[in-house]
């Protein structure tokens, strides 16, 4: 896993990477609040799961399997000092996991560049907070 420090809160990260994904003709699947839906006190936890086919079918068509860990997902959680954080799956994690070949590579290094992008642009304050 990586996991890269957030200037923003949970909700606003998580928006912030949502517009993101948009914005990179990505596909959001799904949004989940955690800390919503626990029944009990969680700090704010919130799972965005997106993706593109052009960036996990060429894995899925190497090895099958790894359709369990994809579309990509991304966790901003806060901790008990009250900072949030994003933590996502590496995409080189994923590649040994699941034994994907050499005929991978290209597809692999453009998921953890495109994730190390979208996670820069998410994270920092800039011009814009």
Do not use: C
Request: proline letters at 4%.
């Amino acid at each position: 896993m990586l996991t890269a420090a957030s200037a923003w809160s949970v909700r606003e990260t998580i928006d912030r990477l949502e517009a993101a994904v948009a914005e990179a003709g990505l596909l959001v699947f799904a949004r989940i609040d955690h800390a919503a839906n626990a029944g009990t006190a969680l700090r704010p936890t919130e799972l965005l799961i997106f993706g593109h086919p052009r960036g996990g079918t060429p894995l899925m068509l190497d090895r099958q399997t790894s359709g369990l860990d994809l579309p990509m997902k991304a966790l901003a959680w806060e901790d008990s000092s009250g900072r949030t954080w994003l933590t996502y799956n590496d995409a080189e994690w994923l590649a040994e996991r699941h034994g994907l070949g050499p005929g991978s590579v290209a597809a692999v290094e453009a998921v953890s560049a495109g994730m190390a992008g979208l996670v820069r642009a998410v994270v920092a304050r800039g011009a814009d907070g």
